[in-house]
């Protein structure tokens, strides 16, 4: 079993939708969540970083952990073309920087 | 801020020659870098962790004298790929971690280059 598994998609919405990306992971000992978008060529930039159970809200986005279950969501309200990229999830322990990424997820928005 | 460059940005280059990239932290003191390699629609590969003044840790797999990564300062790390095949083109990522005020403890990454091997 892989220590992060991430649905790579492409997962095609229309504009305006509520999109849903996730991640399931494996070790508990995993404190450290975190969601980056990577544009096309582009290096990844990080967008929501949550270490708690719970909801994290920043404008449209919400980063949602579940720990007892071993299930991170990102969820993009309102959502625009200008979304369309690669979405990875990102975990990690105390102690180092070191993460274990997903393969991330393809997201199109249509105009 | 969490601002992290490289350079170059693209870089083509003949077979057999190599190809040092530069990644800087520009508004804080990184005590650890990583780089990583990315294939077109494929998640990032880790290829090694360096911290300051340290020997880089390779990932299995990775041949430490064919990329050659320096650490020698807070905010500078190099990636040289020696003598370089056209299976090592690839796009190579650094990220950057470190501790400063209003700062989370996470990995920022640098916008990439693009390396093409003729």
């Known amino acids: 079993q892989k220590e992060v598994e991430q649905d790579p998609g492409p997962l095609s919405v229309p504009e305006g939708a509520i999109v849903s990306l996730n991640c399931t992971y494996s070790?508990?000992?995993?404190?450290?969540f975190m969601w980056y978008r990577q544009y096309s060529r582009k290096g990844p930039e990080l967008l929501m970083y949550?270490?708690?159970?719970g909801n994290k809200e920043d404008g449209r986005f919400t980063a949602q952990v579940d720990k007892s279950s071993k299930y991170i969501s990102l969820f993009i309200r309102d959502s625009q073309p200008s979304d369309s990229a690669t979405y990875l999830c990102a975990i990690g322990t105390s102690g180092t920087y070191k993460y274990i990424f997903g393969t991330g997820t393809r997201l199109k928005v249509l105009a | 801020g969490a601002v992290v460059s490289q350079h170059p940005s693209r870089v083509i280059c003949k077979s057999g020659t190599s190809v040092k990239i530069e990644c800087r932290s520009l508004d804080f003191q990184a005590t650890t870098m990583f780089w990583y390699r990315q294939f077109p629609k494929k998640s990032l590969m880790l290829m090694a962790t360096?911290?300051?003044?340290?020997?880089?840790?390779?990932e299995q797999g990775v041949e430490k004298d064919k990329f050659l990564i320096n650490h020698a300062s807070l905010t500078l790390s190099t990636l040289t790929v020696t003598s370089a095949h056209p299976e090592d083109s690839s796009f190579y990522i650094c990220s950057a971690s470190g501790s400063a005020s209003g700062l989370l403890e996470t990995q920022y990454f640098g916008p990439g280059t693009r390396l093409l091997v003729l």
């Open positions: 070790n508990s000992a995993f404190q450290y």
């Open positions: 360096s911290n300051e003044g340290s020997k880089a840790t390779y």
């Open positions: 949550t270490y708690s159970s």
